[in-house]
């Protein structure tokens, strides 16, 4: 058993800001009592004798260490549908999917067992921080942070805050809403890794959670305003992400600063220096200069952004403004719960900018265009792959479908594998097994202004600046705590090929572009290894 106590011999490897990917080949990295003592070439350690009591952990040329992830938006309780449900708009999304699985955590027993695969997963996928929305559920958002805290998860939790425009067996009162977050914030706080006990070594935090304005009066939203200014607490909350919400809002408040979120939750207390919010797709330069003023910030999700927003946030253009930055998986808006997959998808959203644009120079409702099922789901997608493809090719007689006298060109697919990318639902019907399994990730491009270098940089030194944590995670820095992932590039299962003569800059590109949680062989909370 390990005293916390390590010694790291090999390459080590961060991203102190957007632009640097900084390797250190040949180092040493000594960690004590979770935080990093000393990174230095490895023949500058000579006193060795002080190090008896270290477990020393020696690097391949085919492993490094890098940062754990930051993910900055993850709804817990729609663990239970990742992968799938993504084939309607938003609002019709929270209707026929959300709102019933979220509902379903009134049963503890069915949230302990959703919430434990989750957190599990997340760090065996190495997410070693995440902002978590739970449900309106007091016990079990407490039973979220009791897993978190056991499990030795970095975890920021709101219980979820809705008075109105819910269905009525997921809605709650206003008193009600106010009552139990103040008790989740009190119960957190008096956890062995909260607050009041583990101080400025805390893991697990309570966050301030309106789900979104079109739930929330604004009488709700001024109290939890009140609530996190009292406790001085981090908030959470999603902000001008669709066409339709956007919409939605302007019609229940086209007097505060013409229906937009960033004047309601400004005039509700809400936007501080310890708010994160979703998405931002339709945010206008104005309304990013009253957050930069504020100190909040925004977690984009690309992800469910493509999927949900039809649009990208401008993660580059606010960063230059002065917006903090950071990436959310959106799980379960976005298919996946791994951040490698959303870190592509902010690569890949980056390129759409030349060709996807909105008009940003005012604050104003801007004009929509018409929000519709989608025109390509997962089926059409896959349909692309198979016998589009044959048709494409005039073979389509012989492959790409199932028919009597077709050539036999076939896959067998397992979905309950011990090691596959998500969990195995034994309920579940099998169009959405299917969806689970097939929807895409996303390339490699180059040459961006967002390369895989930035993107990187977001999904941890991005997001632990967003929390307002980055002198305390994020990149290997003396005196920092160590979160960290031990990456193994050649494992014999993983989902590309390594070659012994690539330098590590290629090694780590080749990961984070095509790589998965197969690489990943030891995750590191606060020096504490958890998985």
Same mark, same amino acid.
């Given at each position: ?10 390459? !080590? ?235 939605? /809002? ?37 309304? /990013? ?22 649009? !990208? ?44 644009? !909105? ?54 697919? $397992?979905?309950?594998k011990d090691d596959q990318a998500f969990d195995y639902w034994s309920e579940d019907e099998s169009d959405i097994i299917f969806e689970k ?44 705590e160590f979160d960290a992932l031990l990456v193994d590039c050649n494992k014999d299962d993983q989902a590309f090929d390594y070659w012994s003569?690539?330098?590590?800059? !290629? ?9 998965? $949680? ?14």
């Amino acid at each position: 058993m390990s005293n916390g106590k390590y010694i790291f011999h090999g390459t !080590i490897i961060d991203t102190p800001d957007p632009s640097t990917l900084r390797i250190r080949k040949q180092h040493i990295c000594t960690v004590n009592k979770g935080k990093i003592e000393i990174i230095e070439p490895a023949d500058s350690l000579n006193t060795v004798d002080l190090y008896r009591d270290y477990t020393i952990i020696h690097l391949s040329e085919s492993q490094f260490i890098c940062p754990g992830f930051v993910d900055l938006h993850c709804h817990a309780p729609q663990y239970r549908q990742v992968g799938s449900a993504t084939e309607v708009p938003l609002l019709q999304w929270l209707d026929k999917f959300t709102f019933p699985n979220e509902a379903r955590c009134a049963d503890l027993s069915y949230a302990r067992n959703l919430y434990t695969k989750l957190v599990s997963r997340l760090l065996r996928n190495g997410t070693t921080t995440v902002q978590y929305f739970a449900t309106i559920h007091l016990e079990a958002t407490k039973t979220l942070a009791d897993i978190c805290q056991e499990k030795g998860q970095r975890a920021y939790i709101g219980k979820v805050c809705a008075d109105r425009n819910s269905p009525d067996f997921y809605i709650e009162t206003t008193e009600e809403s106010v009552r139990y977050t103040e008790e989740f914030i009190n119960y957190v706080h008096r956890m062995e890794k909260g607050r009041d006990i583990a101080e400025m070594k805390a893991l697990i935090h309570p966050v301030v959670t309106p789900r979104f304005v079109p739930t929330c009066s604004l009488d709700l939203l001024a109290q939890l305003g009140q609530l996190a200014n009292k406790y001085d607490v981090h908030i959470q909350s999603h902000i001008a992400e669709t066409a339709d919400q956007v919409a939605f /809002v302007h019609a229940l408040h086209p007097d505060i600063g013409n229906g937009r979120d960033v004047a309601i939750f400004n005039q509700t207390g809400l936007l501080t220096n310890k708010a994160v919010f979703a998405h931002g797709v339709y945010l206008a330069d104005d309304e /990013v200069d009253h957050m930069i003023a504020s100190g909040s910030a925004v977690a984009s999700c690309p992800i469910a952004n493509f999927l949900f927003s039809k649009g !990208i946030t401008a993660i580059e253009r606010f960063r230059r403004k002065g917006l903090k930055v950071g990436l959310g998986t959106d799980v379960g808006g976005g298919y996946s719960s791994n951040m490698l997959p959303v870190v592509r998808a902010a690569v890949f959203g980056n390129r759409t900018m030349d060709f996807v644009s !909105i008009d940003r120079s005012i604050a104003a409702l801007p004009e929509f265009p018409e929000h519709k099922d989608p025109d390509i789901d997962f089926t059409f997608a896959f349909y692309l792959a198979t016998l589009g493809g044959a048709h494409a090719l005039n073979i389509d007689t012989h492959i790409g479908s199932f028919e009597i006298g077709k050539e036999f060109d076939a896959l067998l697919v $397992d979905c309950n594998k011990d090691d596959q990318a998500f969990d195995y639902w034994s309920e579940d019907e099998s169009d959405i097994i299917f969806e689970k399994w097939v929807l895409p990730e996303f390339p490699e491009h180059k040459d961006p202004d967002i390369d895989f270098t930035f993107a990187f940089y977001l999904a941890t030194l991005g997001g632990a600046h967003a929390l307002n944590i980055d002198t305390h995670i994020g990149s290997f820095e003396i005196g920092k705590e160590f979160d960290a992932l031990l990456v193994d590039c050649n494992k014999d299962d993983q989902a590309f090929d390594y070659w012994s003569e690539d330098e590590s800059d !290629i090694i780590f590109e080749k990961w984070v572009n095509a790589g998965d $949680d197969r690489n990943i062989v030891g995750v590191w909370v606060q020096g504490r290894k958890v998985c």
